[in-house]
């Protein structure tokens, strides 16, 4: 990623660096415990992250997501970038349900623990949301934030970035 | 200056997948023959360069590793960029006039055709000469990234001079009007192999290695200084060779490693800022290329003051191509062929694939290994002078990259059964 001079650009980087970093906690976790075995949730530490992971990921697809799709993707279509933009909002609808599922999960499991058959499902659905929701910053991050540097003019950026910070 | 296609893909600067995957494809392919062609001539390479010697190397040059590169810009440029490539239909005409161009030069070099040689060397050089205008159309004007456009337009000008240097070598195969050729030849291979290459690999590398790994752009100031100390040893190793004077070789060469120390550094700052830990097998690859682009300079200077003994420019250049970017190359197609594969391959239900499932990580790993050790073996036959560990090694390159080809089959096999599951 490239020197990011918008306002706009640095706070989407920012929750990008937030969401990486739980996204690779959570991560390093299921590859340790693999899918074969439940963990033991009366581990606080454990407890603290998969509460993370729910409210993080829920954060992301509601707040994150949303102003990309409601404010910053029709101005940089105005901006004529609607290529990119159709691009991202796909993935967006990929992500989403998957990252609604693993919060969902992540809140029942708070509740009740995990069965084995319910921490194997969590395991699967959690590596594939990591990896899809890495994918999806990579791309954010190489092209999305070059093209609100690049497109979006200051007034309109100090607008959005209002916006975000108020989200 | 072009027409604008308009069945470029409604993505805007994404081109259909046929455009940069044909390249590939074919890079792929061009690999295999490349070290078949040197086991063949695994004899002729103790006693120096011979035509066998020089098909192998401009089956890696041109078919390989130009192949790629143009592939990889056409497609990963106009997005760092943010300007579309001028025309999908250009694009395409580069890949028709680069194939049989090689084939040509490279049958022509074989079989002592000296006419069919230049024949295929004018269409190289027509094609490389179309991606070039293609290459500066969609760099002018560009403001963003000026350590990656500045290197790019490095590579741009020493490709200008690398197609001037080559047709003039390849018609002369024909036609025979050179007097002396040796010079010209020396600053065609270094202005193709550090100028045109090795400046694109950097400029994408400051691209590519900060988004494969999530971390943050190197600096820009010593990463421009480095650009200019770049071009500068490019002019120093053009005159030097054209002249005949290898002091300002050598001096191109010390500024080489100083060029090489800069990017090291940027490189490995990149990987230690990054935010992604699991970085891939990929980067096996990178790392290694990052310590065979000194060695080859290493190994100039040495051949240089003579002393590699009489093989010494056949190990520089082995280390050069087949070390440093070959191996470079081979790491990023590897990565950036899922990378693109991934968005253009939806299911019936809308869903692009995950990254992991198309990657198929046992071939490369076999690739690598086989890789290293073809190195290894052609580079201590050329030492020694022995044909047949040279040979040897030529056999493991092969199968490595058959391993490579097994990997673009599985991904693109995979890809298929993602597009017809629901």
């Known amino acids: 990623m490239f020197g990011i001079t918008s306002k706009t650009g640095q706070l989407l980087h920012q929750d990008h660096l937030n969401t990486i970093a739980t996204l690779q906690k959570m991560e390093e976790f299921l590859v340790k415990q693999t899918s074969k075995r439940p963990p033991d949730l009366a581990d606080e530490a454990l407890r603290r992250l998969i509460k993370d992971l729910a409210t993080g990921i829920d954060d992301e697809i509601t707040r994150h997501f949303g102003f990309e799709e409601g404010h910053l993707f029709p101005a940089l279509a105005e901006a004529g970038e609607s290529g990119m933009t159709d691009f991202l909002m796909s993935e967006h609808a990929t992500i989403r349900p998957i990252a609604q599922d693993i919060g969902r999960r992540s809140r029942e499991a708070l509740e009740k623990g995990f069965t084995p058959e319910s921490w194997a499902e969590y395991h699967t659905i959690g590596m594939e949301m990591i990896e899809r929701e890495v994918f999806h910053i990579q791309k954010e991050e190489m092209g999305l934030l070059a093209a609100v540097n690049a497109l979006i003019d200051a007034d309109t950026d100090a607008k959005l970035s209002m916006i975000f910070a108020g989200a | ?422």
């Not at chain 2, 070959?326 to 869903?351: K, N």
């Not at chain 2, 790993?365 to 052609?378: D, E, K, M, S």
């Open chain 2, 1 to 422: 200056m072009f027409p604008v296609d308009p069945s470029q893909n409604a993505r805007g600067r994404l081109l259909p997948p046929s455009v940069p995957f044909r390249f590939f494809a074919t890079a792929m392919v061009f690999q295999i023959v490349a070290w078949a062609v040197l086991a063949v001539y695994a004899g002729d390479t103790v006693g120096g360069i011979s035509w066998g010697v020089l098909a192998a190397l401009h089956l890696i040059t041109l078919g390989v590793l130009a192949m790629t590169a143009i592939g990889a810009t056409y497609q990963l440029l106009p997005v760092a960029t943010k300007r579309p490539v001028r025309s999908p239909l250009l694009c395409t005409l580069t890949y028709w006039l680069l194939t049989p161009g090689v084939l040509l030069l490279i049958g022509g070099l074989l079989g002592g055709q000296g006419m069919v040689a230049a024949l295929g060397g004018a269409l190289a050089g027509a094609a490389l000469s179309l991606y070039l205008i293609l290459l500066v159309d969609n760099l002018l004007n560009v403001k963003e990234m000026p350590v990656v456009i500045v290197h790019i337009w490095g590579a741009a000008a020493a490709l200008l001079a690398t197609i001037g240097l080559g047709i003039a070598l390849a018609l002369n195969l024909g036609l025979g009007y050179l007097p002396d050729r040796a010079g010209l030849l020396q600053a065609h291979a270094l202005l193709a192999t550090y100028g045109f290459m090795g400046m694109m690999s950097m400029g994408l590398s400051h691209v590519l290695i900060p988004m494969f790994a999530l971390a943050p752009a190197a600096e820009t100031r010593p990463n421009l200084i480095g650009a200019g100390l770049a071009m500068a040893a490019l002019l120093l190793a053009g005159l030097g060779s054209v002249l005949h004077l290898d002091a300002l070789v050598a001096l191109a060469a010390l500024l080489g490693l100083a060029v090489a120390a800069i990017y090291g550094r940027a490189m490995v700052g990149i990987v230690k800022k990054r935010m992604r830990k699991q970085l891939g097998f990929f980067f096996t690859h990178l790392r290694l290329a990052w310590i065979l682009l000194p060695a080859s300079l290493a190994a100039g200077l040495l051949a240089l003051a003579g002393l590699l003994g009489e093989r010494g420019p056949l190990i520089f250049g082995f280390l050069l191509v087949f070390g440093w970017l070959l191996t470079f190359l081979t790491g990023t197609l590897s990565r950036i062929m899922p990378f693109l594969a991934s968005m253009h391959t939806v299911s019936q239900s809308g869903r692009t694939p995950l990254l992991s499932a198309l990657m198929a990580e046992r071939p490369l790993r076999i690739q690598f290994g086989l890789h290293l050790g073809a190195l290894l073996l052609v580079l201590g036959g050329l030492a020694g002078g022995w044909a047949d560990v040279i040979r040897l090694g030529a056999l493991l390159g092969i199968g490595g990259a058959v391993a490579l080809a097994g990997y673009g089959i599985e991904l693109w096999r995979r890809c298929l059964a993602h597009i017809r599951s629901a």
